[in-house]
């Protein structure tokens, strides 16, 4: 079904696979043949640095949703921004229940409108759309760079290569600055066969997903897909399956392009977007991944990741087997925190689930939808727990659903319809019951995703599947079945794209800025707190240890109904942790009380008693380390944190609470150290086993010229626990560019770019 090569391959003429074996004779060579990638040429057109290994980009466009855009235009604001350079869409598909936090969200959505006006950029209002369905209709265009702050930019199957970043990246290019990396590996997904009737693009994608993303074999590189399966996939199947490569761990992708994809230009009437994109004729990719679509199977990955997957058919034969093997896997993810089991899903030998759920970037398109409706109609869902909602993913799909039919049969079978909205791929949305099942074609199934609040005792899990396989267990009243077992006529119906219901409503300011406009701030929108430069010295406590395989971005600040207080920094702060280790906060806040005594002239062994034994050891060594230039601050330890999201806030929170570095045995994503480092935190490695670590939670760690170490450029840091003695360890900083170095050393972003 799936192979990764061992070695990087050839890819001749686009169709033969040719393994590097070392001893290749072809007319080209490896480095000749490796700019042959359609990733290769885009890049190449966007670079600035003059330097194809050394990448300074500039992308075409910008998008953020209403969880994001708030904190990157402060941010942008305090750092010099007068004019959007390029267009920047700000979409409001997060928050926009404006249910939780009484007006905090809908003033959200108005200082959004207002910076619009003032900066001039694209204001979506609540319910049009979600964030990457608006980009693929109105902003995608073949060998184009997108840059989103939401992990899920994905618009490769429209010939637009894009990435999802946290905010700060966003606010660099805001500042007409460059997204600085090196020329990353380019991957070839090569996909051969058809699907089989009932198979989804979420199947595809799930398979992938599981069979690359415990290996790394994709990790921060771009995954590029070619072969002559491509062509058997229409655009909205190739778009489905596109957006999902973000839980391989990717960097960004792109797919070879042809008549489907420039349909879909004309459909949206943006015919001038198109161009064919394809691998040269001798092209090296830096591995490969086969696929034969015709052997994927319905899929399903079981709680508590997008990586933890089974075909249905699988689950259904070894039930009991496969449930205990995902209660085991639960304790890791849950920490024991509730008592959680899934055998009371198994009613007369069945799995029965109590919530399905299609919706967002990747379920709510417009053939998954008519198809769910197909395989439904005439059926129902009955009256006992079971429920179903379908989400489409934009006005323009709505409406289009509803004149087709798809609408009515949908919603006589028992379905509930709403409109456009994130709300159930992170946690708030349709949350089910304690101890509640859910199925859904969304983006992911972590810990909390569903609405779960393990310090209360509550718990239900979420399992991500193909709308189609949704819909047959909605058919089937519940129970787990896959869409190959259904007899069903898909209709296949064409789509007719609406271009009046985004003029009527959508602002789009045509790059042309208002300074006149008055931004309208609502009372938790806050500005960022002054935050220090590096200090010569530092002294770091530990406060949290996190000894998961994995920690995700949802683990470090949780979604859900947090996300009302992302435009308030020291208030989501409040939350950083909240579900992994409750006692974070006030640790880090007992800590930030030295550094504050510090920032205000005072001394900081006033106000943490316990530093000064701290202080005495490190001074029997280095007399020369006290009064100004010292610092105190926090830090965590995670074996490999930053899986997940773009959310900056997985890193700013810490700052804000006074955390100076995080310490990792490696970092999960690209976007997760860079938000460390753009929040002037130190992105640390540590190789020792982290069953074995040096140091424990509560120990002080001293780092001595820390601020000569990364402006020396320095990789290797000599640091000491402290205890009755010194005890010496070594950290690595790991590849970091002068401008990176630049903006830790000035204590963050803010700070590097008022000079």
């Not at 990764?4 to 001893?23: A, C, H, P, Q, W």
């Not at 890049?43 to 003059?50: A, I, K």
Request: proline fraction near 5%.
């Amino acid at each position: 079904m799936i192979k990764l090569y061992d070695n990087g391959v050839y890819l001749l003429n686009g169709t033969e696979i040719l393994e590097d074996s070392g001893n290749v004779s072809l007319p080209v060579s490896r480095e000749e043949a490796a700019k042959n990638t359609i990733a290769y040429g885009i890049l190449d057109s966007h670079n600035t640095s003059g330097n194809m290994e050394r990448l300074q980009i500039k992308f075409d466009k910008l998008t953020s949703h209403d969880i994001t855009f708030v904190g990157i235009i402060q941010t942008a604001r305090a750092s010099g921004l007068e004019k959007f350079p390029v267009p920047y869409v700000l979409t409001n598909c997060h928050n926009s229940l404006c249910a939780v936090g009484g007006t905090i969200n809908e003033d959200d959505h108005m200082f959004g409108l207002t910076c619009a006006k003032k900066y001039g950029g694209v204001y979506v209002p609540p319910h049009q759309a979600v964030i990457h369905q608006f980009a693929r209709e109105v902003l995608a265009e073949c060998g184009k760079m997108i840059l989103g702050s939401d992990s899920h930019t994905r618009y490769g199957a429209l010939g637009t290569m894009a990435m999802g970043e946290g905010g700060p990246e966003l606010v660099k290019q805001l500042l007409n600055k460059t997204y600085d990396i090196k020329r990353p590996e380019v991957i070839g997904i090569y996909l051969d066969g058809e699907p089989a009737k009932g198979v989804g693009p979420q199947d595809v994608a799930l398979a992938i997903i599981g069979a690359t993303f415990a290996n790394g074999y994709v990790n921060n590189k771009v995954m590029e897909f070619v072969g002559p399966g491509v062509s058997k996939l229409s655009a909205d199947y190739r778009i489905g399956i596109d957006v999902m490569t973000t839980e391989t761990t990717c960097l960004s992708s792109i797919w070879k392009t042809d008549e489907k994809i420039q349909e879909f230009y004309e459909i949206h009437g943006r015919s001038e977007g198109y161009k064919e994109l394809n691998p040269g004729a001798v092209t090296y990719y830096d591995g490969m991944v086969y696929v034969n679509m015709s052997e994927i199977k319905p899929m399903i990955a079981m709680p508590f990741h997008p990586s933890n997957v089974y075909t249905i058919d699988e689950v259904n034969a070894n039930l009991a087997d496969i449930l205990h093997e995902v209660e085991k896997k639960a304790l890791i993810s849950l920490d024991g925190a509730v008592d959680y089991s899934l055998q009371s899903k198994i009613v007369n030998g069945k799995l029965y689930v109590d919530q399905g759920i299609i919706a967002g970037c990747a379920g709510g398109g417009f053939e998954n939808i008519c198809a769910a409706a197909d395989i439904i109609k005439g059926r129902n869902i009955g009256a006992d727990e079971f429920t179903f909602s379908v989400y489409p993913a934009s006005t323009p799909i709505y409406m289009e659903l509803v004149k087709n039919g798809a609408i009515a049969d949908l919603m006589e079978a028992g379905t509930v319809v709403k409109t456009a909205f994130c709300g159930p791929c992170f946690g708030a949305g349709d949350t089910p019951a304690n101890n509640a099942f859910s199925i859904r074609h969304t983006t992911r199934n972590f810990p909390n995703r569903e609405g779960s609040k393990l310090q209360n005792g509550q718990i239900s899990s979420v399992a991500l599947m193909d709308a189609r396989s949704i819909a047959a267990t909605a058919a089937n009243k519940g129970f787990l079945t896959p869409a190959t077992a259904m007899d069903v006529e898909y209709k296949g119906q064409k789509y007719h794209f609406d271009q009046n219901i985004y003029a009527n409503r959508v602002f789009d300011s045509k790059g042309v800025a208002d300074p006149s406009v008055e931004i309208k701030f609502g009372p938790n929108i806050k500005d960022w707190p002054e935050m220090s430069a590096l200090p010569q010295n530092l002294v770091l406590k530990v406060v949290s240890e996190i000894h998961d395989p994995v920690t995700t971005t949802d683990e470090l600040i949780p979604s859900g109904e947090t996300s009302s207080y992302r435009s308030n920094p020291l208030g989501l702060a409040e939350f950083a942790l909240s579900r992994k280790d409750p006692a974070y906060v006030g640790r880090a806040k007992e800590v930030q009380a030295a550094q504050k005594a510090i920032e205000a002239g005072k001394c900081p062994l006033e106000v943490l008693e316990e530093l000064k034994p701290v202080m005495a050891k490190v001074q029997e060594k280095f007399p020369q380390v006290g009064e100004g230039n010292v610092g105190v601050g926090s830090t965590i330890f995670a074996v490999k944190p930053g899986d997940g999201s773009a959310r900056e806030q997985a890193a700013s929170c810490q700052k804000v609470l006074g955390g100076w570095a995080n310490i990792a045995n490696e970092y999960a994503t690209k976007r997760y150290r860079s938000n460390l480092i753009n929040w002037g935190m130190l992105p640390l490695l540590t190789d020792a086993d982290d069953k074995a670590l040096p140091f424990k939670n509560d120990d002080y760690i001293f780092i001595p010229d820390v601020r000569n170490a990364v402006e020396e450029k320095a990789d290797v840091i000599k640091a000491y626990v402290v205890g009755d003695e010194l005890k010496e360890v070594e950290f690595r900083l790991g590849d970091l560019t002068d401008a990176e170095r630049e903006i830790i050393l000035k204590g963050c972003l803010i700070n590097y770019y008022r000079g």
